[in-house]
């Protein structure tokens, strides 16, 4: 993250003060969490909450149960949000929280106590109107919903604007679910029209089967495109004639969701499908797939970036040499963050949308982003990742010198 806003800061002209205002996080707080497990011991768990910027609005970025939780890795993940949440240009500053602990190994009491325990220790850092947590790795909808309910006790009333990512029935969001794999679609779509590449006549591979990968491969599918691989942690599954990505998904359902043994395709190696002769190549699994080990060998002609960080900086370089296009992760999977502000907007609006609206807003402020980081790549002659981080950078830069400072 550093080395990539360092090189924008360069590219934009960024002023040596206003570049350490935005390095450094606003706030960090770090909590102890005696939580009573089931068997009766206390375990005392440690929790974070960065927030990186509110200079747009307030904080918004997702809650962490993991065991590789730590501080560092919270405070670059709460930068990172500042930036994605700018390049789609909405009011939102950059946060991250996280837990470290292993929710795999806990029951759900143990969980529900722990994200009590969390949320009353953040109760002066969380609020509709100053941070807005989220669901992240190891959360989803049923701790935003103890999140929720644990505020809404502190405060005498309901106020489910203070978490988004909620089940539909407290105020969740239609198309939330397939938001990033929606966003990933349209973002692809249209650096294919840049790239004059028909989607009838393309290919494609998605490393990755779960919430943003099987949305991006559905409904990239749906709009012409051939997806000739998938895969998840159990491994790759190609077929030169194309995937049935609906069959995939209701197989993966019917699977413990798992594609293992899945016979619409035949098996390679995880590995390979990076590597395959395709027009677009989707990393939507984890971090650092794309390294200076494999990128010599990826033939795709676009990637776009569903996970977070799918690429190495070391490999960004080769990539370029090589005139591979690539819709970096900040602008790529910015769609989940943008339906949960559509959430906290419905939340304060007491109003529910269809998917139809969420969806056509949506597709519009990616869209937009797009052409926007486009055109900056093109005006400032760098990769379309550097021009993200410019577009970001500029927004927040630009808004902290009208608001001042002490
Ligand atoms: P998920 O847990 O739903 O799915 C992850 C998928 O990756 C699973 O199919 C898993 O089997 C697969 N996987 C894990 N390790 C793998 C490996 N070594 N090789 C191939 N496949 C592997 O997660 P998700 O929500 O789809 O998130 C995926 C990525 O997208 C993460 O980097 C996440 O941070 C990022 N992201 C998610 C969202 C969102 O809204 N869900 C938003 C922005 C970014």
Redesign the pocket.
Known sequence: MMSRFKIASEALGLDEEVYNVLKSPAKQVTVSLPITMDDGSIRVFEGHRVIHSTILGPSKGGVRFDPGVNINEVKALAAWMTWKCAVVDIPYGGAKGGVCCNPREMSSGERERLTRAYTQSMIEIFGPDRDIPA???GTGPREMAWMMDAYSRTQGMTVNSVVTGKPLVLGGSLGRTE???RGVMVTALAAMGKLKINPYNATGAV????????YAALLLEERGMKIISV??????YYNENGIDINKAILY?EGNN???EGFDGAERIE?SE?LTLEVDVLIP????D?ITIKNVADIKAKLIVE?????TSAKADKIINEKGIIVVP?ILA?????TVSYFEWVQNRLGYKWTAERVNRRSDRIMKDAFEKVYKTSIEYDVPMRIAAYIVAIDKVAKTYKYRGGY
Not at 207 to 214: E, H, I, R, T
């Open positions: 669901p992240d790795m938001a990033t794999g490393q990755g089967f779960g919430n943003v990968g099987s895969s998840d942690i159990s491994g790759a993966r969701g798992s594609l995880g499908l939507a699994a984890m971090e797939v569903g996970a977070n960080g799918p992760d999977n910015a769609g989940g963050v």
